[in-house]
């Protein structure tokens, strides 16, 4: 783990096999996270049963898979300042399938936030 100071704020860095994560701000039912995945690597496919997401691209070029009413999967990049929301309980995965770094501004809403409010689907890094 590492520190950043953002104007006299210090947040500590989480590293994961995919990249790493910053919690920003967290207030009751909000907290805002920057996310950053290295080249080549993706997120786990995942869905969160306390929870919707908006995620804002600031850095790079994403792919974000969304699951459908349908069942089925949609795959949308995203660029800087573009974004998505992902509803309570959608099927979602955040990959970076280019050489260069990817960042999102992730803001999470609901009535629970803590990391172990995510069911894995698929993870290349054996977490299912």
């Known amino acids: 783990m ?9 947040v500590e860095r989480t590293e994961r096999p995919w990249g790493w994560y910053e919690s920003i701000d967290e207030a009751p039912g909000l907290k805002v996270k920057r996310i950053g995945v290295h080249p080549g690597k993706q997120i786990s496919l995942q869905k969160h049963a306390q929870r919707a997401e908006h995620w804002l691209v600031v850095r790079g070029k994403a792919v974000v898979t969304l699951g459908q009413a349908d069942g089925s999967m949609r795959e949308i990049k995203l660029e800087v300042g573009q ?15 280019t050489e260069e770094p990817v960042e999102i501004v992730e ?3 609901g009535s629970y936030l803590g990391e172990d409010d995510i069911t894995r689907l698929a993870d290349d890094f054996g977490r299912v």
């Open 107 to 109: 803001v999470q809403l």
């Open 83 to 97: 974004h998505c929301d992902i509803a309570l309980g959608q099927i979602h995965r955040l990959a970076n399938r």
């Open 2 to 10: 590492s520190t950043t100071t953002y104007r006299n704020h210090t």
